[in-house]
C-alpha cells in the first residue's frame, strides 16, 4: 500500500487543493495514536509514527518499540482512509467558507430545500444557507422547492461547516436589487446616497447621478416604471419612493418628505434637527401613516425632523395680547382694541388700508404693524429652494414621476391596476 499511498495523496493535493505535507502529518498523528491504542497503552506513553516521503513505509514506535509492520500496515489503512475523508471535507468547507465570505454582502439566489424551527434552509449549490424568520419579509410565504432571493449578511464558522445567513429585511438587499435592475447604478452613473427601509411596507431611497445628462430618479423608475415594478415585485409589494438627492440638506430634507408640499424649513446645525413647516392640509401627509413618512426621511437625511403646522406654529399668546409686539405702545394698542383688533392674529389679517382707517395711525405705523404682526405668526424658517424638474426624456418614461421623487406601489396591488407607476395618495 506504500507506494498506492502516495499516490492517493498527490491525487487529493491535485483535485482538492489540499496540501500534500497536511496530509502526510494528519496520517503520522492519527497512525501513532492508533498504534497506543493497540499496544494497550495510555495516552502518556509516547508515540510516534513517520511516513517516509519518498517511498511511502509508515514506521511506529510506542514505548521505544517499533510496532510490528504486519499490524501497523493494517492501523495504517484504516486510519489514512478516516483521515483522507475528515480532511476532504474540512477544505471542501474551508473552500465555501471563502467563496462565501467573498460574498457578503452581494444577492445570491437558490431554492428552498426545507424548514428548521421557523427558518428556512435555502440550497445555494453545493453549500446551504439559513433565511432566519427575522429577516424575511412580512406576511411572506414560501413553498419547498421556491426559488429565492437573499442579501448575504454574515458567514461564520461553525462545527458543521460555514453557516451563511441571509437576508430580505436588510437595506443591502434593496440596494442589491437596483444594482441588478438598473444598469446606471451597476455602472457608477448613479450613486445610491441613502436607503430607510421598514421592510414590507416602504422604502426611501436617494439616489443621484453623476453625469448631468442622466435623470437618476427616470433611470431608477425605467420605462413605464418596469424597473421599480420588478424590485417592487420581488418584495412582494413594498411600496418604494425614490428620491433625488441633495447637497444642499434644505431641498435634500424637503425632496425625503415627498409626497408632501414643505413650505420652510428651520435647522439647528449643532444638533442635527430641523424645524418643517407645513400649510395645515399637508400635516397628516408629511407624517404619514403612524408617522412612517417623516420617520423614514430622518433616518433617510440623517436629521431630526419635527413638522409643524402654520396653525401649530402660531405662539398661543399672540391670541391674547398685542402688546407683546415691538412699537405699540399702551396708546396705540388702545386705538386698535378701540376699533375692535384685540389679537395679533386679527392684525396680521388686515390689510394696509383698513389699519389706515383708524383714527391715529398712518401709513408707516400700519406697515410697521403688518410686519411686527406677520413676524409673530411666522418664524423665521429658511425657505425651500426650488429644485429643477425631469428632462423631458425622464418625464417621458417616468409618466407619473414628481420633480424629486418617483414612487413604486405594488404592481398587483388596487393602488396600480394599470400597472403604472403612480405617486401614492395621502396617508
Known amino acids: 500500500m506504500n507506494g498506492e499511498l502516495l499516490s492517493i495523496l498527490s491525487a487529493i493535493e491535485r483535485d482538492k487543493g489540499i496540501d500534500r505535507e497536511v496530509l502526510i502529518q494528519a496520517i503520522e498523528a492519527a497512525v501513532a495514536t492508533a498504534a497506543r491504542k493497540s499496544e494497550g497503552l495510555d495516552e502518556e506513553a509516547e508515540a510516534t509514527a513517520t511516513l517516509d516521503r519518498k517511498t511511502g ?17 493494517r492501523i495504517a489503512a484504516q486510519t489514512a482512509k478516516q483521515v483522507i475523508i475528515q480532511k476532504i471535507r474540512e477544505a471542501e468547507r474551508d473552500v465555501i467558507f471563502t467563496e462565501f465570505q467573498s460574498r457578503v454582502g452581494d444577492i445570491v439566489t437558490g431554492s428552498v430545500h426545507r424548514f428548521e424551527r421557523g427558518d428556512i ?50 437595506e443591502g438587499f434593496i440596494r442589491g436589487l437596483f444594482t441588478l435592475e438598473v444598469p446606471e447604478i451597476a455602472e457608477g452613473i448613479v450613486e445610491v446616497k441613502g436607503i430607510a427601509r421598514e421592510a414590507g411596507d416602504r422604502t426611501k431611497i436617494a439616489v443621484w447621478s453623476t453625469d448631468d445628462k442622466v435623470d437618476c430618479v427616470g433611470a431608477c423608475v425605467g420605462m413605464r416604471g418596469t424597473r421599480v415594478k420588478n424590485i417592487v415585485r420581488e418584495l412582494h409589494g413594498e411600496k418604494i419612493d425614490i428620491i433625488r438627492w441633495h447637497e444642499d440638506i434644505t431641498a435634500f430634507i424637503a425632496a425625503a418628505l415627498s409626497p408632501a408640499k414643505i413650505s420652510g424649513i428651520e435647522l439647528q446645525a449643532e444638533t442635527k434637527q430641523a424645524l418643517v413647516m407645513v400649510d395645515d392640509d399637508q400635516l397628516s401627509l408629511a407624517i404619514g401613516k403612524k408617522g412612517q413618512n417623516v420617520r423614514l426621511a430622518s433616518k433617510l437625511t440623517g436629521w431630526q425632523l419635527e413638522i409643524k403646522s402654520k396653525a401649530q406654529l402660531a405662539p398661543p399668546s399672540v391670541e391674547v395680547t398685542l402688546r407683546s409686539l415691538q412699537g405699540i405702545g399702551q396708546a396705540l394698542e388702545q386705538r386698535l382694541t378701540g376699533a375692535g383688533v384685540t389679537t395679533v392674529r386679527q392684525l396680521a389679517g388686515m390689510t394696509l388700508e383698513q389699519l389706515t382707517g ?9 406697515q410697521k404693524l403688518l410686519e411686527a404682526a406677520q413676524h409673530a405668526l411666522l418664524p423665521q424658517v429658511q425657505a425651500v429652494p426650488s429644485t429643477e424638474a425631469p428632462s423631458e426624456a425622464a418625464a417621458s418614461e417616468t409618466p407619473a414621476a414628481s420633480e424629486d421623487a418617483g414612487r413604486a406601489e405594488p404592481p398587483d396591488g388596487p393602488a396600480a391596476p394599470n400597472e403604472s407607476t403612480q405617486p401614492e395618495g395621502r396617508e
Not at 513505509?57 to 500496515?73: K, N
Not at 449549490?125 to 432566519?132: N, Q, T
Not at 410565504?141 to 458543521?160: F, I, P
Open 121 to 170: 434552509i435555502v440550497e445555494l449549490g453545493r453549500a446551504e444557507a439559513v433565511l432566519p424568520k427575522p429577516e424575511r419579509i412580512p406576511h411572506e410565504e414560501y413553498h419547498q422547492g421556491d426559488m429565492v432571493q437573499g442579501y448575504v449578511l454574515e458567514v461564520r464558522k461553525s462545527a458543521k461547516g460555514p453557516s451563511i445567513v441571509l437576508s430580505r429585511t436588510h
Open 57 to 73: 513505509r509508515i514506521v511506529a514506535l510506542v514505548a521505544g518499540r517499533e510496532v510490528d509492520s504486519a499490524r501497523l500496515t
Open 358 to 366: 383708524i383714527e391715529g395711525i398712518g401709513e408707516k405705523t400700519a
